[in-house]
């Protein structure tokens, strides 16, 4: 138990985390509460289940993986955990929906739909917080001294 949530002081993880948070916190906010444009829980629960055919439990735990857990990075909050869950979610996406529209964003709007390379780079980050955890001053940091 204590490996899940044991972590360095290094900065590195600090960084990391609250930066990949604070981008998958709207993401999140857009599947569950409809902000910043999106369709909120039952517009994308309809989505997932009906357009992409996704089973309805694992749509569920993609709208509360970016949710809660872009609030759990944050906070350094079963960093690892919620790592290895985006790195799943965005491994979904590019597959699911963003490989045949290639690497690139849809900067130009000349594609037929956004690319991939936004998601390699959330894979990359969480990895990284998969290996080191959730760096300094985390939640999992204090937890592991505990145990």
Same mark, same amino acid.
């Given at each position: 138990?204590?490996?899940? %949530? *044991?972590?360095?002081?290094?900065?590195?993880?600090? /960084? &990391?985390?609250?930066? #990949?948070? &604070?981008?998958?916190?709207? @993401?999140?906010? *857009?599947? =569950?509460?409809?902000? !910043?444009?999106? %369709?909120? !829980?039952?517009?994308?629960?309809?989505? !997932?289940?009906? *357009?992409?055919? /996704?089973?309805?439990? /694992? $749509?569920?735990?993609?709208?509360?993986?970016?949710?809660?857990?872009?609030?759990?990075?944050? &906070?350094?909050? #079963?960093?690892? %955990?919620?790592? $290895?869950?985006?790195? #799943?979610?965005?491994?979904?996406?590019?597959?699911?929906?963003?490989?045949? +529209?290639? !690497?690139?964003? +849809?900067?130009?709007?000349? *594609?037929?739909?956004?690319?991939?390379?936004? @998601?390699?780079?959330?894979?990359?980050?969480? =990895?990284?917080? =998969?290996?080191?955890?959730?760096?300094?001053?985390?939640?999992?940091?204090?937890?592991?001294?505990? &145990?």
């Amino acid at each position: 138990m204590k490996t899940l %949530f *044991q972590t360095d002081e290094a900065w590195s993880g600090l /960084i &990391l985390r609250v930066m #990949l948070g &604070l981008v998958m916190l709207p @993401h999140g906010a *857009q599947k =569950l509460l409809g902000w !910043f444009g999106g %369709f909120g !829980f039952a517009g994308t629960m309809g989505f !997932f289940t009906e *357009q992409l055919h /996704i089973p309805a439990t /694992i $749509a569920f735990l993609v709208i509360i993986g970016e949710s809660f857990g872009s609030l759990g990075l944050i &906070l350094g909050f #079963l960093t690892r %955990f919620t790592a $290895a869950s985006l790195s #799943l979610i965005m491994v979904g996406a590019v597959a699911m929906v963003h490989w045949p +529209n290639g !690497f690139f964003m +849809n900067w130009s709007g000349k *594609q037929a739909g956004e690319g991939f390379e936004y @998601h390699l780079l959330v894979i990359g980050m969480s =990895l990284a917080l =998969l290996v080191a955890g959730g760096g300094k001053w985390s939640v999992d940091g204090a937890i592991a001294k505990k &145990l």
